[in-house]
């Protein structure tokens, strides 16, 4: 920007940056009505397609991954609680030997 005031070039990137944002609401919606793969823009005008039938794919396979791992978390929690009763259990036996 040749611009040399600074409140008024954070104002003009303010204004660009608002306009990125109403950009990608627009697309947004063409993806919700229409369905075809759009681009969303980042801060930087870079594009991405999170709308795009692979970006789904992606996101589907990452949730996938994370219900697994709690699912494996829950496993695992559980496998603890059993070796824990199970001494208790064997505690419980030989405390019940030695007092008998």
């Known amino acids: 920007m040749a611009e040399a005031d600074i409140p008024k070039k ?4 303010e204004e660009i940056d608002a306009l990125r944002v109403y ?3 627009l697309l947004s919606k063409v993806y919700d009505r229409l ?3 759009v681009p969303q823009y980042t801060s930087n005008w870079s594009t991405t397609y999170p709308f795009s039938p692979t970006a789904k794919r992606q996101e ?3 949730e996938a991954l994370k219900k697994a ?3 494996l978390k829950k496993v695992e929690e559980q496998r603890a609680e059993t070796s824990r009763q199970h001494v208790n259990l064997i505690v419980d036996t030989v ?3 030695l007092d008998g």
């Open 23 to 25: 950009i990608n609401e």
């Open 10 to 13: 954070r104002k003009i990137t």
């Open 69 to 71: 791992k709690e699912d």
């Open 60 to 62: 589907k396979a990452k």
């Open 35 to 37: 369905k075809l793969s």
């Open 95 to 97: 405390h019940n030997i």
